[in-house]
């Protein structure tokens, strides 16, 4: 330990080490000597779980090219120096002539036989006369590949070494004795793989016998607590899904996993058994959330967990409080929304961030909607309608309806020369139905509209014609005909970032839009009457 005075009064090595030891001492539980006794032991890996090859060649393929390396010399005295004179001719250097190649590749797929690291050298003889090159050196080095696949490239942390040894040896003295040139180079692929960084299936290193004894390294982990299961010789551990992330720099939901452990706090519970909707009157129902392992795990014993649960308005813990399973029951009389959490609690532990899930008690709330103005086409009577409240667990029916709802989204499309068209929306869970009744409503759009021209430089121009859709009831287009330009529209012009630039109100069948002044771009045109969208545009303004 080297010499400090600090603080003052102990000076020297003796004095600074009794300090240091006794603070040690006195951070530590009694007789532990000053270190820790109840240790918690976590991984965080890089590689991903899901146990697969990588999904493109980004990261290379089993028996693939990994990076080839070309050295050319130069002779001494570069290009164009003599090299030696015989009977008066003079024999010159006249280019860079390869002296050494080397191929390198992944390791092939199993059963498969390839060639992974080939290499040549050559004496070269360089003159004016041409060159000529006697190979002096060949080696090869050929594997087939084992049971269990391409260890190159099994899921891992990922780490550009390939690019590591790219850059010094492209940059290294070129132009003057040799040139370098690395071809075929792989940026990412596997530095250590997943298993690895897990300790997969090594309780003890004595687990060890040779390597038929390692793990698989293409074992799918997903879906498995390879602590519950006594797989891993730590007490908690993190690892990506399905996508490798780079060694040493974890994904953002790895960083909270090592923030949490490093501040000593307990992990958010998940739940095993949730139940979204209860009835009223029905019996106690189990809700439960997946335990953390404290059971066949290796070294000291860590704390137990406790599970605290909160339940809502209109709910009534009946059993469990503390453990990771609970009864839960429906208060009599009771009919709306409620939730239940949790909250995970350890010894010398912080609280976990709580878990906490809506429940609903009784059928299902009144759907909330909304109209989608800008999917909906007004002119030819079809209306677009968003469920704010949407739960892809509920069963959602209607009449009224052009075609079922999907995603939270459905059509309602009115008879030609209607003004309106109404429609029924029925969600469905255990406990029953809610209908909602509501009505679509469509302006007379007995014209449509034209833009030109398009690009537009000075002026744009928008036309106000009448419709002659078909479709629309001879009712209406005589309507339409009646009134013929004479309907108000509002036209606004919009950029790409929805910021608006221009907006008129016109009340005969033509509108001139000044823009010149504008920025050259594309613009989206939106044309309202009745108080609706009825089209759209797209236009470009060019100068």
Known sequence: MAHYSYP????????????????????????????????????????????????????????????????????????????????????????????????????????????????????????????????????????????????????????????????????AAQGELYKVSVTDVHDNHC???????????????????????????????????????????????????????????????????????????????????????????????????????????????????????TVGTGLQLISGQGTASVQIQPASGYTGNSTVQVVATRSGYAASAPLSRAVRIGPPELIDLQEDSEASDPCLNIAWFTILNYDPLLTYSGTGLAGRVGDGRFRVKGRPGSSSAAFTITVTNACGSTSTSSVASFPDCGYRYAAHPNPADDDLTIEQTSNDNSSFSAARSASAAATAGSTPFTVRLYDMYGTLHMQQTASAATLQLPVATLPAGLYLLRIEAGGKLVESHQLQITH
């Open 8 to 171: 003052s009064g102990i000076g020297g090595a003796p004095g600074f080490r009794d300090h240091f030891m006794l603070t040690l001492r006195d951070n530590g539980e009694r007789n532990s000597a000053g270190y820790p006794v109840h240790l918690r032991r976590i991984a965080l890996a890089n590689g991903k779980l899901d146990g697969l090859l990588p999904s493109n060649n980004a990261e290379g393929e089993p028996g693939g090219s990994i990076f080839d390396v070309n050295i050319y010399t130069r002779f001494w005295g570069g290009v164009g120096a003599t090299l030696i004179s015989f009977f008066g001719v003079s024999y010159q250097t006249t280019s860079a002539t390869t002296s050494a190649t080397t191929h390198s590749r992944f390791l092939p797929n199993p059963g498969s036989n390839a060639v992974i690291f080939s290499g040549i050298t050559h004496q070269v003889q360089n003159g004016k006369w041409g060159v000529t090159g006697f190979p002096t050196k060949i080696k090869a080095a050929q594997v087939t590949g084992g049971a269990q696949g391409c260890w190159d490239l099994a899921p891992g942390g990922l780490r550009s070494t390939h690019r590591q040894l790219h850059d010094p040896l492209e940059g």
């Open 191 to 309: 530095f250590i793989p997943t298993i690895s960084a897990l300790g997969f299936q090594y309780q003890s290193l004595s687990n060890y016998q040779s390597t038929s004894s390692l793990p698989n390294p293409f074992t799918n982990l997903l879906g498995r607590d390879l602590v519950c299961t006594g797989e891993i010789p730590f007490d908690a551990y993190y690892a990506p899904a399905t996508t490798n992330t780079f060694h040493v720099m974890p994904d953002n939901t790895g960083l909270l996993f090592l923030g949490r452990e490093l501040s000593r706090t307990a992990a958010t519970p998940t739940f095993a058994v949730f139940k979204a909707t209860l009835c009223p009157g029905s019996s106690a129902t189990a809700y439960s959330v997946n335990p953390e392992c404290t059971a066949s795990r290796p070294g000291q014993a860590q704390p137990a967990t406790t599970y605290v649960w």
